[in-house]
């Protein structure tokens, strides 16, 4: 019976792992496009870029109130007993017959109105203020879309990541399949009386070598799996699948001065400092307008009275209407000192922007190089590839009819596995250099929208 129930437990197991498989395998490989889309919905960068996109919102609907009326509705109600009269310093002269008259006693006094406020002249403070919230939007957007952009390039990354560490396993796999096929080989030689021993150990020790290269592929899928679970915020443990494959897919650019020149005009970062720059020309402009003349109006109308019931009563109405104005002529160096501030910001912005355009310039640069190179060593790796499957298959020919040592065929299986990894390396680069190029010159990342 004891044997009876392990079988039973041995093959619920295996059934569960017959089902894990097979929903795995049911369920649809993830595209780079999909990929892109799940980052840019789910990723953390976005939403926060967002998040502050509409905080800013908020702060253009809060300065904009600034500039139209604000009203209130006050109102308070006061028990009051005030001995002030009999704390006269002239109550002792009142006639006796008075006296009693004046004493005072607790009372109630209500109170209820409608306030309103309205600026009418601030010498440009307010409509400055809205135009420095709209930069600071106009900036926030900017710096939004340069978010996304990013996201799009690391995610584009991760999954060509995936792809080479993919594409690295089956040429280990096909490493080990011929180091395999040629230790049955050596073993059939062996047999026969045409080959060493050694043969045969060395071929064994070939293929046994090749099992912590399979390992540490293993492992590289599955970091780069995990770092595309930790973009597209899944589970890193997900066992996340993926269509596609590592190819070469060439992109026919223009100068290099003209990919400078649109980078210069459409990369989201340089939009953003340059709204930096109109912010401080508007802290500036803020700056100087202290001490101006403004003016503003109150108004009030309410209801003051003793007894609660003479609320509506026209009798206790309570009205007003006032005309301010400020005109400071003194402030100790205050307005100096916020124009320094502001000067220094304006120069500070200005210099940065100045910078990143260099550096924007840099970028584009290293990126195009990378790709130019890449592309060139795509070529030369083909020709490697090609040649070294020429020289292994002559070297296992030679092999079978005693021309050539085991230690020919390890160093031409060797050498095709070096040459198809730099294939393969090659073409990660240049798509990788390409995308960055792309990203540097605020063109879109994907082939997809670059070539719908």
């Not at 459409?266 to 003016?295: D, G, M, Y």
Request: a neutral charge; charged letters at 25%.
């Amino acid at each position: 019976m004891k044997a009876m129930g392990r079988y039973i437990v041995l093959w619920l197991i295996a059934a569960a792992v017959c089902v894990a498989g097979f929903a795995q395998e049911t369920t649809p490989a993830l595209t780079l496009e999909d990929a892109v889309k799940l980052a840019l919905k789910r990723n953390f960068e976005v939403i926060i870029a967002e998040e502050q996109l509409n905080e800013l919102k908020g702060k253009i609907k809060e300065v904009r109130s600034g500039a139209y009326p604000q009203v209130s509705l006050q109102g308070y109600g006061l028990r009051l007993r005030d001995p002030s009269i009999l704390n006269s310093s002239s109550f002792d002269k009142v006639p006796p017959e008075f006296k009693e008259a004046l004493i005072p006693s607790a009372s109630n006094m209500f109170d209820v109105g409608i306030n309103i406020k309205q600026p009418l002249y601030t010498a440009g403070k307010v409509r400055t203020a809205v135009k420095l919230a709209e930069e600071s939007l106009e900036e926030k957007k900017s710096s939004w879309e340069a978010s996304r952009q990013q996201v799009t390039f690391k995610v584009f990354q991760a999954f060509h990541d995936l792809l080479l560490a993919l594409a690295n396993q089956d040429v280990v796999k096909e490493n080990h399949g011929l180091r395999v096929k040629h230790l049955e080989q050596a073993q059939v030689r062996y047999k026969n009386g045409v080959a060493t021993q050694i043969d045969v150990l060395r071929s064994e020790v070939d293929v046994a070598n090749i099992q912590p290269v399979l390992i540490r592929a293993e492992n590289r899928i599955r970091l780069a799996r995990a770092a595309i679970n930790n973009l597209i915020v899944e589970d890193l443990e997900a066992p996340t699948r993926i269509a596609g494959s590592l190819e070469y897919r060439p992109w026919i650019v223009s100068s290099l001065e003209e990919m400078q020149r649109r980078a210069l005009e459409f990369r989201p970062e340089l939009h953003a400092a340059r709204r930096i720059v109109s912010e401080a020309n508007l802290t500036l402009k803020l700056a100087q307008a202290e001490n101006k003349l403004s003016v503003d109006f109150d108004a009030h109308y309410g209801y003051t009275m003793r007894e609660i019931r003479n609320v509506f009563d026209t009798d206790f109405t309570r009205w007003n209407f006032t005309f301010n104005f400020k005109l400071p002529f003194y402030d100790s160096g205050r307005k100096s000192g916020l124009v320094i501030q502001a000067l220094s910001r304006q120069r500070a912005a200005e210099q940065r922007l100045g910078q990143l355009e260099n550096d924007v310039k840099l970028e584009v640069k290293q990126a195009y190089d990378d790709m130019q190179s890449s592309a060139q060593a795509i070529e030369a790796a083909r020709l490697s590839v090609t040649q070294a499957e020429r020289v292994l298959a002559m070297m296992q020919a030679n092999y079978e009819y005693g021309a050539a040592t085991t230690l020919d065929v390890t160093d031409s299986q060797t050498a095709l596995t070096i040459a198809r990894n730099s294939q393969v390396s090659a073409t990660y680069d240049y798509e990788v250099a390409k995308a960055r190029l792309r990203l540097a010159s605020g063109s879109p990342i994907l082939d997809s929208e670059v070539n719908p």
